[in-house]
């Protein structure tokens, strides 16, 4: 078959990892993560989806790869924890058996430790730690790390990368970005030590060449090792493009994958995740610009979801593998409908942040225009039901024209303009118990 975006389709070998196609699923968090830290299984079948839906790569976020110092209520792994080891393994499994290769995020908080936890009175009670002593906008302090503590985490990295290999994951995702602890360290907006973390941009890479140094050493050669860096902070006391470019000049012979995101989350939200106020890959020339200065594969991410575009970035050279987020939970299959020439059937995310919003407020996912999130484990069958009625759907929105075809999949019926018998189906297949 000749296929209608071939770039996107191109398999693309990393280390000694072949991914099936060039659409990769973005770091995306769980829901149902357990009081210790394991993988819940809603959040199991969750990562699933995406790899059912032809995803080359399904990265699981986020991991915290040092609980003592970063009090965020996400995923942890320690084989300490009873079940957290399986967890993970159950997981790594579901995404590997529809072909796609597991993933997983190493992340550390840094001062915004304990984000993620719903219990705020908690969350307000914890030490919080970055590069440098200061205080949040929020007024919490923040403690600078000593050398000791540096190293701790660093060797925590390492450990928590092993079991990750151990776990059945294939590739595993740095996070140095959007303001979390490595990008504290990169960042001069954070970063005023004076000893030999802070000042020049070689010393603020420090911290994350020794992360990445001991996550080689635990995986070995030829395990892909990705790296998430934001490509420019977009705001004054950050860096810039300029200097995005040359910390990964920096970073380069430490990473397999360069994954260029944008901005420092607490401040420049709208850029790291585009509203749909904001173009379609509005990151992207974030990526195409370091992509011309390294020569390790580099990921482009930021409100893609158009395969013309996505297609076009592979084929012009602006990257080498694109990601998407939010795009992949209005419509998990795009990838199996970008191979199969379905283009014209994909699902758009329409970037009004119900999914975000939704975790915020029950810690549980949701989108506008995709039933199925958040209820990916009660299965994709939909079965006939035990008694037929006629339905009215009111109102013709994705929620209406989503129910509508719900219910004739399971047998309702429904009035039809094209007359027929009681009880026999029409020429369109619709079925009426009086004719119309």
């Known amino acids: 078959m000749e296929r209608k975006y071939p770039h996107l389709c191109d398999p693309i070998r990393v280390g000694n990892v072949t991914f099936r196609n060039r659409m990769f699923s973005a770091p995306m968090g769980g829901t149902d993560i357990e009081n210790d830290g394991c993988i819940g299984p809603k959040s199991t079948a969750f990562y699933e989806y995406r790899a059912r839906g032809g995803a080359a790569a399904v990265t699981v976020s986020e991991l915290m790869v040092h609980p003592a110092t970063d009090g965020s209520h996400a995923y942890h792994l320690d084989e300490s924890i009873l079940n957290s080891l399986a967890r993970a393994a159950y997981t790594a499994d579901a995404i590997r058996r529809h072909g796609a290769i597991p993933s997983i995020e190493l992340s550390h908080s840094g001062m915004y430790a304990g984000t993620y936890m719903t219990d705020k009175n908690r969350s307000l009670g914890l030490t919080r730690w970055s590069a440098d002593d200061s205080v949040r906008a929020d007024g919490v302090p923040v403690r600078a790390l000593t050398r000791e503590l540096i190293d701790e985490i660093t060797s925590a990295y390492g450990h928590v990368a092993a079991l990750c290999k151990r776990a059945g994951f294939e590739m595993l995702m740095v996070h140095a970005g959007h303001g979390w602890l490595l990008n504290q360290f990169l960042s001069p907006m954070y970063n005023h030590r004076a000893d030999e973390y802070g000042g020049s941009t070689e010393n603020r890479c420090r911290f994350v060449i020794q992360v990445l140094k001991v996550i080689r050493a635990a995986v070995g050669p030829g395990f892909p090792i990705e790296l998430r860096l934001s490509g420019a902070e977009f705001v004054p006391e ?33 850029i790291t995740h585009p509203s749909m106020f904001e173009a379609h890959g509005r990151n992207v020339y974030l990526a195409e610009e370091i992509r011309k200065h390294i020569s390790k594969p580099v990921a482009a991410i930021g409100g893609l979801s158009d395969p013309e575009q996505m297609e076009e970035i592979i084929a012009s050279g602006k990257a080498d593998i694109v990601y998407m987020g939010r795009q992949l939970l209005a419509d998990p299959e795009l990838p199996n409908k970008v191979i199969s020439n379905r283009d014209d059937e994909i699902v758009r995310c329409m970037r009004c942040f119900v999914c975000m919003s939704e975790r915020a407020v029950t810690s549980t996912r949701r989108c506008a225009v995709n039933p199925i999130i958040g209820r990916e484990d009660e299965g994709f069958e939909i079965s006939p039901a035990p008694v037929k009625k006629r339905v009215l759907i009111a109102g013709g929105g994705p929620g209406g024209l989503s129910a509508a075809l719900t219910a004739a999949r399971r047998g309702h019926y429904r009035n039809c303009n094209q007359g027929h018998l009681p009880g026999t189906p029409c020429r369109h297949g619709h079925m009426s118990q009086r004719p119309c």
Do not use: S
Not at 239 to 263: C, M, N, S, W
């Open 238 to 270: 950050g860096y810039d493009l300029d200097e995005g470019i040359k910390i990964a000049r920096i970073l380069e012979p430490y990473f397999d994958i360069l994954h260029v995101t944008a901005g420092t989350y607490q401040r420049t939200f709208g």
